[in-house]
């Protein structure tokens, strides 16, 4: 009766989120980091959760590849879009460690000239990163895991196909910053267990400085999204160029009368 009962949550929860998709590889990370190997049972289990995964991520990748006329919209070229894709895959971690210049709106950068050094970078950062995962294999699986975890529930939002004006957004990060933080949190128990007494009062004392900061700045921030013209304002500060941003802003001026 579980199974029906998780299985039918399922269900809701891919239908209220495609992202929910990435559940079944999940399952199986998860059956990797407990018992150290994916069993033939294992994957069996998961059958039932792949057909349905597997129709919505179709429906997904159908409706970005084609516009509403059926002709497949020309869009970027191959490489910039893995260079974007690889370019996210750095993206949030570093908004994750430190969370500055937020915005509604994080457009594509300008590729008419050059591909931004940032974009370049993006692919060495990505396989560095991949190395001192499995290079930490020997001592703890808690850097693949928490790595697995990121990259397998923030691969569908990745832009392999340009898919709107964005090359990423904060709402794509909430459940992918679950594996940074299991990450973070297990370096820090590391630290504090080997730590002396000292030291550990000091490190406490930067991490509640965090806590606060943080706190602080996400409170000020709420309160731009009291109404469009604030938060499109607020994009228009880190990106005076955009037109989606222009735009949304005249849009958000004009229904208030603000002609």
């Known amino acids: 009766i579980k199974d029906v009962f998780a299985l039918g949550l399922f269900f809701l929860s891919i239908l209220s989120k495609p992202m929910a998709v990435t559940l079944p590889a999940l399952l199986l990370l998860f059956d990797w980091f407990v018992n150290s190997r ?17 129709l919505v991520a179709a429906d997904i990748l159908w409706t970005v590849m084609l516009n509403k006329d059926g002709t497949i919209p020309s869009g970027l070229p191959v490489y910039i879009n893995m260079l974007a ?24 950068p300008d590729f008419s000239t050059a591909i931004p050094a940032r974009v370049l970078a993006a692919p060495a950062l ?7 995962a499995f290079w930490s294999l020997r001592r703890t699986k808690i850097l693949l895991f928490g790595s697995a975890f990121f990259l397998i529930t923030v691969l569908p939002v990745l832009q392999w196909v340009q898919s709107g ?50 706190f602080c700045s996400a409170y000020n921030r709420s309160f731009l999204w009291r109404d469009s013209a604030l938060i499109w304002a607020d994009a228009l500060k880190k990106y005076p160029d955009s037109q989606v941003a222009l735009a949304n802003s005249a849009q958000a001026l004009y229904s208030m009368g603000l002609y």
Do not use: Q
């Open 165 to 214: 004006h964005c090359i990423a957004a904060d709402r794509y990060f909430y459940i992918p910053g679950l594996g940074l933080g299991y990450m973070l949190s297990a370096l820090l128990v590391f630290a504090f267990e080997r730590l002396k007494p000292l030291p550990r009062k000091l490190l406490a004392a930067l991490l509640a400085a965090a806590f606060i900061a943080l």
């Open 38 to 54: 994916i069993s033939r049972k294992d994957i069996l289990n998961k059958l039932p959760f792949c057909l349905p995964a597997a």
């Open 85 to 108: 894709a690889f370019y996210g895959l750095v993206f949030y971690p570093l908004k994750f460690l430190w969370p500055s210049g937020l915005s509604c709106l994080y457009p594509y």
């Open 126 to 132: 990505a396989a560095v990163w991949a190395a001192a």
